[in-house]
Nanobody, 126 residues
Framework: QVQLVESGGGLVQAEGSLRLSCAAS????????MGWFRQAPGQEREFAAA???????AYADSVKGRFTISRDNAKKTVYLQMNSLKPEDTAVYYC????????????????????WGQGTQVTVSS
């Protein structure tokens, strides 16, 4: 079965950095677009970043210039490098896999994703 396992979350001070990883198994990783979403307490899940099958990226305006998404197809892993973290980045971060036919689609819509990880908590203190 398909599994997406996130790691790398934790507690960090404002302006600090974290790198999240999401290891995939049970799927042909290179055939999937990958995304990171986040959900803060009492709020809806929101898009953070996505990377297409061919490496095209997309970012939410709130993280653009601070977060970088990347993928390593050989390791079946997607990463989210988060720099200059702010307290408002505090959330549970989820990775997701999109079985798109299109090479360049970096999907922003959560409903388009087929598989989800269990999430990893990121807490940014002020």
């Amino acid at each position: 079965q398909v599994q997406l396992v996130e790691s790398g979350g934790g507690l960090v001070q404002a302006e600090g950095s974290l790198r999240l990883s999401c290891a995939a198994s049970g799927l042909t990783f290179s055939s999937y677009g990958m995304g990171w979403f986040r959900q803060a307490p009492g709020q809806e899940r929101e898009f953070a970043a996505a990377v297409s099958r061919d490496g095209t990226t997309a970012y939410a305006d709130s993280v653009k210039g601070r977060f970088t998404i990347s993928r390593d197809n050989a390791k079946k892993t997607v990463y989210l490098q988060m720099n200059s973290l702010k307290p408002e980045d505090t959330a549970v971060y989820y990775c997701a896999a999109d079985s798109t036919w299109f090479l360049r689609t970096a999907q922003r819509e959560s409903a388009e994703y087929d598989y989800w990880g269990q999430g990893t908590q990121v807490t940014v203190s002020s």
